[in-house]
């Protein structure tokens, strides 16, 4: 995996007295799945849009491969804006190639990625329909195909899975998957966490236009805190409550529930287990992301 491809550094905006961006900051490097995350209004689509050169930024900088970020790079950038944008009322393919065309792709080559794109989404048959005509998840689907038909070397997709049915959700998921591991970074915007964690190999959470959490998902997952449930059967009682380091969140039957300060021993916490009774059960509990995003986003410790 490569460095960092493309680095937004410290990039602050204003509209008027609302202050959506705060020197924001993080990189996407070469394959990689970034996916940002925040609640309504925190700052993505105004992030995006400054990647794209479509808004300028008060200050701060985007670069791609370490120079600040020029037209040509944007040229080179698949969008999928959040207003999406094509004409509702042009045949699916037409609008296709008349992308591909406007990127500079002749017309032979234009008609054969229209078609290839049109074939991998499953609307072939749907070609020379109007884009209006489709269904959203259809429409959406013409969108990504939109943002891929000139081979872009980055990806910026605002909310590409929002309102698609579970099979879209897994064709449009691969074709990002090829794109990563075609060396194309992909950033992409989403409120589904789940499908963010399935997918990213990074994710950024985003808060009043800063980022206050940016990382592997594992890495966030275990750096945030460091829980165990431990199960000693015959469940002996009070044997956690004396260790250094270590407070007991909860008890039930067999079970406690502890969490370790940091740089408490974990093997010293399953050795005073062991002394207690037979360990039947030792488990690390890791947040999920949606937890990891609720303490993120609303400072709120969740159990
Ligand atoms: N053209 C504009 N004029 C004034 N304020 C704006 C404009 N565009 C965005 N904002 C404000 O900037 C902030 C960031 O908005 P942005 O659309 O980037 O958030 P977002 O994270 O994409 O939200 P969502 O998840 O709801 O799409 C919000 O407070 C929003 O109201």
Redesign the pocket.
Known sequence: MGGKDLQIDRVSKR??D?H?LREMTFDVGEGGIFGFV??????????MRIILGVLAADSGEVRWRGEPIGLETRRDIGYMP?ERGLYPKMGVRDQLMYLARLHGIRKRAAGAAADEWLERFGLTERRRDELDDLSLGNQQKVQLAAALIHDPEVLVLD?PFSGLDPMAVDVMSEVLRKKAAAGVPVIF?S?QLDLVERLCDRVGI?RA?SMVACGPVGELRDGSRRRFEIEIAGGPTGWADELDGVSVLGASGDRVRVELAPGADEQAVLAAAMRSGPVGEFVPLRPTLAELFRTAVNGEESE
């Open positions: 509209y008027g609302v959506a925040g609640g309504n209004g925190a700052g993505k689509t105004t992030t959040e909310e915007s409120h985003v236009g």
